[in-house]
């Protein structure tokens, strides 16, 4: 045993070796490993390192998060194993270690260095989901979600046909010839004649006249819908109250004509004698259309003139007014009959579409609208486009409350403008005291008709129909 360098055994023969220490033995001490084997550190050392074992384990995730407390860390060893670091022995000081990173998880961890502070580990923020793209990002705000906006079109997508049914491909004259036009005049017109010879042999009355009328006489029949009025003109009545009182009593004018067409039987296979309300109604079936008669009495004027009319009108009371109407059959049939073809085309047209709507308008409000539109509207051009007088009529519909309409054919209208009723009001060119418009119809009905007349004017406009 050498007394300077020690016994060589290395404290295997049970001396005692003397350990050669730093000058400083209370001051930091460096615990030095050896690459290959790993010496237990001195127990006189403040922080205890413990070596990783030979199989390798998971570190904990959890840190103890306590400052100024000894500071144990496991790290995680590795195949080849390394030098330990350089410790602090001061107790009061922070041990700081930074763990090796695990490949799965990416944790930022940061440790306040401050004594006696808390030690916050941060966990990594989560993944958000990205917000949709139509939701407001503003605190505080109600998040609307917009929802994406509807392809709309220049032009609707209705067609005319939808209004007008059978409306194929052509133009509106090229339908009303085809389709609108009544087509069995010749026969109709016999079968007519041998019912006016009928009623001119009517018993106990004094007949005056039997007046073909309607829409037949006027031009302005449709094929679907066409009508005639048979006037029957009593005379032998001194005024209109006489008149009205054998009409309407029991076995009194209606009666009368109502026993004369079903007792004897007068072309019964032609037409079927039906009675609704006051006015008489043959209806004939021609070619599988049926086209209704009304057979209306009337009194015969002992004058032609109109003026005269008018003022034993004036002098009669408002319930008694509308029974001179029918007196007036053959002035209001020339009014019409004298309008051009185009007019008489217009005319057919609104009935078509008035009676395919389901509109509650009269048939002679429309042939007196037409006669409006072609006189105020087109500028009386005889060849104007029926589209276009299409379209304005329905605008006038439209506005169907403020009509105001006139004509000055027959009488001078500010001559009765204080019997005149209040608007609407489309006149009878042959009676200054008949308003032609219906000036109670009910909001529904309303409605319906401007809606209908609204989104056939679309249909007109509309390009592609």
């Known amino acids: 045993m050498s007394a300077k360098g020690g016994c060589k055994c290395n404290g295997a023969c049970g001396c005692k070796v003397k350990r050669s220490t730093s000058a400083k033995v209370r001051s930091t001490s460096k615990a030095k490993t050896t690459p290959e084997k790993t010496e237990k550190p001195s127990r006189q050392m403040s922080a205890k390192v413990k070596s990783p074992p030979d199989k390798t384990e998971k570190p904990p995730r959890e840190t103890s998060a306590k400052l100024g407390s000894t500071c144990k860390v496991k790290s995680s060893p590795d195949k080849t194993e390394k030098p330990h670091r350089k410790m602090n022995s001061k ?23 401050k004594v006696g502070s808390t030690c916050k580990v941060k966990s990594p923020p989560e993944k958000r989901e990205k917000p949709p793209r139509s939701v407001s990002a503003k605190v505080d705000y109600t998040c609307i979600v917009k ?7 220049k032009y609707p997508s209705m067609k005319l046909s939808e ?17 609108l036009n009544v087509s069995y005049k010749a026969r109709m017109n016999q079968t007519i004649d041998q019912l ?13 006249e039997v007046f073909r009328g309607g829409s037949m006489a006027k031009c302005t029949a449709v094929k679907t819908t066409a009508d005639i009025d048979l006037i029957v003109f009593f005379d032998g009545y001194r005024n209109m109250q006489d008149f009205i009182a054998d009409k309407e009593k029991d076995g009194g004018i209606l009666q009368t004509i109502e026993s004369h067409l079903t007792t004897v039987p007068v072309l019964s296979n032609s037409w079927k004698c039906t009675k609704i309300a006051h006015p008489y109604n043959v209806t004939l079936k021609m070619d599988g259309c049926s086209i209704r008669v009304d057979i209306l009495p009337a ?22 007014r509308p029974h001179y109407s029918v007196c007036f059959a053959r002035t209001q049939c020339e009014f019409m009959r004298r309008q051009p073809r185009q007019v008489h085309y217009l005319v057919k047209l609104l009935k078509y ?53 006139t004509f000055d054919d027959y ?44 989104n056939t004017i679309l249909a007109i406009t509309n390009p592609y129909c």
């Open 91 to 113: 107790e009061s000081s922070t041990c700081k270690e930074n763990s090796s990173p695990e490949k799965t998880e990416k944790l930022s961890r940061t440790t306040s260095a």
């Open 147 to 153: 929802s994406p906006t509807e392809k709309t079109e």
């Open 353 to 405: 579409w008035k009676s395919e709507n389901v509109i509650g308008l009269k048939s002679y409000f429309l042939e007196l609208l037409a006669v409006h539109i072609f006189k105020t509207k087109l500028g009386k051009d005889t060849k104007f486009d029926l589209q276009e007088g299409f379209r304005l009529a329905l605008i006038e519909i439209q506005n169907y409350n403020s009509l105001e309409i």
């Open 299 to 320: 009194r015969q004027f002992r004058t032609a003139a109109l003026n005269s009319m008018y003022n034993e009108i004036k002098r009669q009371p408002a319930s008694v």
């Open 163 to 179: 209004y007008l049914p059978k409306l194929g491909k052509e133009t509106l004259e090229e339908f009303v010839e085809r389709y």
């Open 196 to 208: 006016q010879r009928h009623l001119q042999n009517l018993p106990g009355y004094s007949i005056g």
């Open 411 to 454: 009488y001078r209208p500010e001559t009765w403008k204080d019997l005149r009723p209040c608007k609407p009001y489309v006149m009878d060119p042959a009676n200054p005291f008949m308003n032609t418009c219906y000036q109670h119809l009910d909001s529904r009905a309303m409605d319906r008709m401007v809606t209908c007349a609204t």
